[in-house]
């Protein structure tokens, strides 16, 4: 399995718009971020995790010509706001998109994206999707494998996060019930979000994160959903432990 980190940044992205501050001035690539989103591949199969404003760019930058289906995490619009983008890709696969999600974020999706679910006086140029709700803990397959939808809060709101086999995908999580807890321990990969250094009432912050790595022991861990106030990637990336990178955008990993 191969996985893509489409993009590692938080709601604003890196650089963030007037900012002057030396991550969002600086010239490497790594301090660069879209929105968060990633790539799974399996034979032949291609799931993306969360369609935010940056999909276009995303689906250019990793040259995608065809995906299976998307699930989201919530529906908050640096998650959620790509998803006209799914045209050309409806367009070449002659068949409705499949996207997965909590009833409340599908039915969200259905109101800021009318045109795209509505039968009704149907704008021809409006891609096509499949609607498939999941509930905390249900599992589906797609090409084969299964997938378990993880219950995490962003601060009060329940989101999720997605397990395939041995990995699992965190992004703008807080807390955790126990029973994902259980789910996440001694995974092969952990992709898990970590805002910056302070306090942060909906968002994991960098000890956060380090200190439930090291409970849930993954053999590997990637931080993602980074803000510009994380600081220099060349600065924090050689200080973290050896099983824990930092996620860049077009990171690929394989397990």
């Known amino acids: 399995m191969k996985i893509t980190l489409l993009g590692t940044g938080t709601s604003q992205g890196v650089p963030v718009i ?3 501050c030396p991550v969002c001035q600086s010239e490497n690539s790594k301090d660069k971020r879209l929105r968060t989103s990633a790539l799974i591949e399996w034979a032949g199969h291609r799931l993306v995790i969360d369609c935010g404003p940056d999909f276009r760019q ?4 990793a040259e995608v010509d065809k ?6 995490t919530h529906e908050h619009a640096d998650h959620t ?7 050309p890709l409806y367009f070449k696969q002659k068949k409705p998109v499949p996207i997965y999600g909590l009833p409340r974020v599908l039915d969200d999706l259905k109101r800021r994206f009318n045109y795209i679910f509505t039968e009704k006086n149907r704008y021809p140029g409006a891609p096509r999707v499949s609607v498939n709700y999941l509930q905390p803990h249900q599992t589906f397959t797609l090409g084969g494998q299964t997938i378990e939808a993880l219950p995490v809060l962003h601060g009060d709101l329940p ?12 992004t703008d999580a807080k807390t955790f019930p126990d029973s994902t807890l259980a789910a996440l321990k001694n995974l092969d990969l952990l992709i898990i979000n970590a805002l910056h250094h302070k306090e942060h009432k909906t968002h994991l912050n960098l000890q956060e994160s380090l200190e439930l790595i090291k409970i849930l022991k993954p053999k ?26 930092l996620g860049y955008d077009g990171l690929v990993l394989n397990v």
């Not at 995303?58 to 930058?61: F, K, R």
């Not at 706001?81 to 045209?87: E, H």
């Not at 989101?159 to 041995?166: E, F, H, Q, S, V």
């Open 18 to 20: 007037a900012c002057q």
């Open 58 to 61: 995303q689906m250019l930058n």
């Open 67 to 72: 995906i299976d289906a998307i699930c989201f």
């Open 81 to 87: 706001a790509g998803l006209d983008d799914i045209r």
């Open 159 to 170: 989101i999720l996060g997605y397990k395939l086999n041995n990995f699992a995908y965190i």
């Open 220 to 245: 590997k861990a990637v931080l993602i959903h980074i803000s510009h106030y994380m600081g220099l990637y060349d600065e924090v990336a050689p200080k973290l432990p050896d099983n824990v990178l």
